[in-house]
Protein backbone atom coordinates (compact mmCIF):
# COMPACT_ATOMS: atom_id res chain seq x y z
CA UNK A 1 0.00 0.00 0.00
CA UNK A 2 1.13 3.25 -0.88
CA UNK A 3 1.35 5.72 2.01
CA UNK A 4 0.35 9.09 0.91
CA UNK A 5 0.82 12.76 2.72
CA UNK A 6 -1.41 15.45 1.19
CA UNK A 7 0.09 18.70 1.55
CA UNK A 8 -2.20 21.57 0.64
CA UNK A 9 -4.12 24.44 2.39
CA UNK A 10 -7.06 24.21 0.64
CA UNK A 11 -9.28 21.69 2.23
CA UNK A 12 -11.55 21.03 -0.57
CA UNK A 13 -8.35 20.13 -2.80
CA UNK A 14 -7.51 17.85 -0.34
CA UNK A 15 -10.83 16.36 0.08
CA UNK A 16 -10.89 15.52 -3.31
CA UNK A 17 -7.59 14.52 -3.51
CA UNK A 18 -8.26 11.68 -0.47
CA UNK A 19 -11.35 10.71 -2.76
CA UNK A 20 -9.56 10.23 -5.75
CA UNK A 21 -6.90 8.41 -4.04
CA UNK A 22 -9.62 6.38 -2.25
CA UNK A 23 -10.56 5.23 -5.63
CA UNK A 24 -6.59 3.33 -6.38
CA UNK A 25 -6.71 -0.26 -4.74
CA UNK A 26 -3.03 0.39 -3.64
CA UNK A 27 -3.06 4.16 -2.36
CA UNK A 28 -4.47 6.20 0.68
CA UNK A 29 -4.36 9.23 2.21
CA UNK A 30 -2.29 8.60 5.79
CA UNK A 31 -2.09 11.94 6.73
CA UNK A 32 -3.33 15.41 5.28
CA UNK A 33 -1.64 18.50 6.49
CA UNK A 34 -2.50 22.24 5.64
CA UNK A 35 0.53 24.32 6.56
CA UNK A 36 4.02 23.63 5.83
CA UNK A 37 4.65 23.56 9.45
CA UNK A 38 2.32 20.77 9.25
CA UNK A 39 3.48 18.47 6.85
CA UNK A 40 7.01 18.74 8.08
CA UNK A 41 6.14 17.46 11.54
CA UNK A 42 3.77 14.92 10.09
CA UNK A 43 6.69 13.90 8.21
CA UNK A 44 8.88 13.89 11.23
CA UNK A 45 6.99 11.61 13.06
CA UNK A 46 5.12 9.34 10.55
CA UNK A 47 6.46 6.85 8.05
CA UNK A 48 4.66 8.23 4.67
CA UNK A 49 6.03 7.03 0.92
CA UNK A 50 5.36 9.94 -0.93
CA UNK A 51 4.28 13.56 0.09
CA UNK A 52 2.24 15.20 -2.43
CA UNK A 53 2.86 19.39 -1.76
CA UNK A 54 1.65 22.41 -2.86
CA UNK A 55 3.89 25.87 -3.58
CA UNK A 56 1.68 28.40 -1.81
CA UNK A 57 0.81 27.38 1.91
CA UNK A 58 0.31 29.96 4.73
CA UNK A 59 3.14 30.11 7.24
CA UNK A 60 5.82 27.92 5.47
CA UNK A 61 5.70 27.64 1.29
CA UNK A 62 6.16 24.92 -0.46
CA UNK A 63 10.08 25.75 -1.65
CA UNK A 64 11.11 25.49 2.10
CA UNK A 65 9.17 22.72 3.18
CA UNK A 66 10.28 20.90 0.20
CA UNK A 67 13.81 22.06 1.56
CA UNK A 68 13.19 20.82 5.12
CA UNK A 69 11.99 17.62 4.17
CA UNK A 70 14.58 16.92 2.13
CA UNK A 71 17.17 17.93 5.08
CA UNK A 72 15.10 15.31 7.39
CA UNK A 73 14.46 12.41 4.81
CA UNK A 74 16.53 12.70 1.94
CA UNK A 75 14.94 9.86 0.51
CA UNK A 76 11.42 10.89 0.38
CA UNK A 77 10.06 11.33 -2.72
CA UNK A 78 8.12 14.79 -3.38
CA UNK A 79 5.84 15.19 -5.93
CA UNK A 80 5.13 19.14 -6.21
CA UNK A 81 1.56 19.75 -7.18
CA UNK A 82 0.74 22.64 -8.26
CA UNK A 83 -1.44 25.49 -9.90
CA UNK A 84 1.32 27.26 -10.86
CA UNK A 85 2.45 26.49 -15.22
CA UNK A 86 5.50 24.35 -14.85
CA UNK A 87 7.64 26.89 -16.61
CA UNK A 88 7.30 29.36 -13.93
CA UNK A 89 8.89 26.85 -10.80
CA UNK A 90 9.61 23.23 -12.30
CA UNK A 91 13.14 23.38 -13.24
CA UNK A 92 13.95 24.91 -9.50
CA UNK A 93 11.83 22.74 -7.85
CA UNK A 94 13.22 19.25 -9.47
CA UNK A 95 17.07 21.02 -8.20
CA UNK A 96 15.69 21.43 -4.94
CA UNK A 97 15.14 17.88 -4.83
CA UNK A 98 11.51 17.42 -5.66
CA UNK A 99 11.16 14.30 -7.89
CA UNK A 100 8.21 15.96 -9.84
CA UNK A 101 5.88 18.88 -10.70
CA UNK A 102 2.56 18.17 -11.49
CA UNK A 103 0.12 20.94 -12.38
CA UNK A 104 -3.54 21.29 -10.69
CA UNK A 105 -5.30 21.04 -14.36
CA UNK A 106 -3.22 17.18 -15.07
CA UNK A 107 -5.85 14.46 -15.34
CA UNK A 108 -6.22 12.44 -12.48
CA UNK A 109 -4.67 9.45 -14.23
CA UNK A 110 -1.35 11.38 -14.91
CA UNK A 111 -1.44 11.99 -11.28
CA UNK A 112 -1.47 8.32 -9.88
CA UNK A 113 1.13 7.59 -13.02
CA UNK A 114 3.24 10.63 -10.96
CA UNK A 115 2.91 8.83 -7.64
CA UNK A 116 3.26 5.37 -8.64
CA UNK A 117 6.59 6.43 -10.82
CA UNK A 118 8.23 8.78 -8.00
CA UNK A 119 7.96 5.71 -5.19
CA UNK A 120 9.48 4.06 -7.69
CA UNK A 121 12.51 6.27 -7.20
CA UNK A 122 12.00 8.14 -10.63
CA UNK A 123 11.28 11.38 -11.71
CA UNK A 124 8.17 12.32 -12.86
CA UNK A 125 8.39 14.79 -16.31
CA UNK A 126 5.06 15.82 -17.10
CA UNK A 127 4.93 16.46 -21.51
CA UNK A 128 5.39 20.75 -20.79
CA UNK A 129 7.74 20.06 -18.83
CA UNK A 130 9.89 17.78 -20.92
CA UNK A 131 9.34 19.97 -23.68
CA UNK A 132 10.84 22.95 -20.86
CA UNK A 133 13.79 21.15 -20.21
CA UNK A 134 14.52 19.83 -23.89
CA UNK A 135 14.58 23.17 -24.88
CA UNK A 136 16.72 24.42 -22.57
CA UNK A 137 19.56 21.60 -23.28
CA UNK A 138 19.24 22.63 -27.23
CA UNK A 139 19.06 27.06 -26.23
CA UNK A 140 15.83 26.55 -28.49
CA UNK A 141 13.47 28.46 -25.41
CA UNK A 142 13.08 32.13 -24.44
CA UNK A 143 14.16 30.81 -20.79
CA UNK A 144 11.87 33.01 -18.43
CA UNK A 145 14.66 35.21 -16.37
CA UNK A 146 14.04 33.44 -12.96
CA UNK A 147 15.14 30.56 -14.61
CA UNK A 148 18.64 32.39 -14.53
CA UNK A 149 18.68 32.87 -10.90
CA UNK A 150 20.67 30.56 -8.08
CA UNK A 151 18.76 28.70 -5.82
CA UNK A 152 19.19 31.05 -3.01
CA UNK A 153 17.94 34.41 -5.09
CA UNK A 154 15.04 32.41 -6.45
CA UNK A 155 13.91 31.14 -2.73
CA UNK A 156 14.15 35.13 -2.13
CA UNK A 157 12.83 36.25 -5.39
CA UNK A 158 9.74 33.78 -4.79
CA UNK A 159 9.40 35.33 -0.96
CA UNK A 160 9.40 38.90 -2.23
CA UNK A 161 6.92 37.81 -4.71
CA UNK A 162 4.65 36.68 -2.12
CA UNK A 163 5.21 40.64 -0.28
CA UNK A 164 7.27 39.32 2.16
CA UNK A 165 9.74 42.10 3.69
CA UNK A 166 13.09 41.89 3.79
CA UNK A 167 13.33 42.06 7.86
CA UNK A 168 11.00 38.85 7.46
CA UNK A 169 12.79 37.11 5.03
CA UNK A 170 16.08 37.48 6.79
CA UNK A 171 14.64 36.07 9.65
CA UNK A 172 13.15 33.02 8.05
CA UNK A 173 16.08 32.27 6.15
CA UNK A 174 18.67 33.01 9.06
CA UNK A 175 20.45 35.89 6.95
CA UNK A 176 21.33 39.67 7.98
CA UNK A 177 19.10 42.13 6.02
CA UNK A 178 21.81 43.46 4.21
CA UNK A 179 22.42 40.19 2.35
CA UNK A 180 18.89 39.90 1.72
CA UNK A 181 18.68 43.25 0.53
CA UNK A 182 21.67 42.27 -2.00
CA UNK A 183 19.78 39.43 -3.38
CA UNK A 184 16.98 41.70 -3.48
CA UNK A 185 18.80 44.09 -5.80
CA UNK A 186 20.48 41.27 -8.29
CA UNK A 187 16.78 39.87 -8.58
CA UNK A 188 14.68 42.67 -9.11
Known sequence: MIRIL???????????????????????????????????SLVRAGEFDVLLLDISMPDKNGIDTLK???QMRPEMPVLMLSGYAEDQYAVNLL????????????????LVGAIRTVVRGRKFVSPTLAQILANGVTG???????????????????????????SKIADELHLAVKTVSTYRTRVL
Open 6 to 40: VADDHAIVRAGLKQFIADQPDMEVAGEAASGSEAI
Open 68 to 70: SVK
Open 95 to 110: RDGASGYLNKEAASTQ
Open 140 to 166: DADRPLHGELSQREFQIFCKLAAGAAV
